[in-house]
């Protein structure tokens, strides 16, 4: 069964660093999703992306946030200046549709430590 | 306000009883989505069930069964004759339809199976 891949599975920066978390969405998907996960904390959306833009977005995603779709397979978040409070688990999560008809399909997540 | 409510943080049972996780939600939305989601302790998020606004039938699948009551906002999860591998932080979300997109969490219940 296909499935949406996040690279790398755990990783570790120095805070104030640029990060950038990949994902590999489902290849006949259009929608494509971040959430967040601090550590023992509920699972919260960021940002929804749909026709090479931002369809929706959080409170949490800020100026030192941004996604890209730079080539026709992968599907980027970009944390400026990390600060320690950025330290959590990512999910990158992809769909056929917004998420009412089919539901979306998680990654297995990144884990972002930041020092 | 919409929001999903896990009133039970943790639970604690012993293999083959039966045990009912918790789920309230609210949501202005007379069309909606209902999700049940399990982390295992690896992390991923595996999708259990998605069930809309429309259609009040429970749902059985093997062990795991779901019962959805609009009149209190409900939408509850059963597991019969639990199992170590059951053991899991298990979410209950939410899609309203004028937020389409966005996947709304509550905040886990933990559930522990001892053997």
């Known amino acids: 069964e296909p499935e949406v891949t996040q690279t790398p599975s755990h990783q570790v920066t120095q805070m104030g660093q640029e990060v950038i978390l990949r994902c590999v969405p489902i290849?006949?998907?259009?929608?494509f999703y971040w959430y967040r996960q601090i550590l023992g904390q509920k699972v919260e959306f960021l940002v929804s992306f749909y026709n090479n833009e931002i369809s929706e977005k959080s409170e949490i995603f800020d100026d030192q946030f941004s996604v890209e779709r730079p080539d026709g397979s992968n599907f980027t978040l970009k944390i400026r200046s990390t600060k320690l409070e950025d330290s959590a688990m990512y999910f990158c999560?992809?769909?056929?549709?917004?998420?009412?008809?089919?539901?979306?399909?998680f990654g297995d997540g990144t884990r972002l430590s930041i020092l | 306000a919409q929001k999903v409510t896990q009133a039970q943080t943790e639970i604690s049972v012993v293999e083959k009883e039966d045990v009912t996780l918790d789920c309230v939600y609210e949501?202005?939305?007379?069309?909606?989505?209902l999700f049940w989601y399990k982390q295992p302790p690896s992390g991923e998020l595996v999708f259990l069930i998605r069930?809309?606004?429309?259609?009040?039938q429970n749902e059985i699948s093997g062990r795991y069964s779901w019962n959805f009551q609009k009149s209190t906002s409900s939408f509850n999860f059963t597991i019969t004759a639990s199992q170590v591998v059951d053991s899991a932080v298990y979410f209950c979300a939410l899609i309203p339809y004028s937020s389409a997109s966005k996947i709304i969490f509550g905040s886990g219940t933990r559930l522990s199976i001892r053997p």
């Open positions: 290849s006949n998907h259009l929608y």
């Open positions: 949501t202005r939305d007379t069309t909606y989505y």
């Open positions: 999560a992809s769909g056929t549709d917004s998420g009412l008809e089919q539901p979306q399909h």
């Open positions: 069930r809309n606004s429309f259609d009040e």
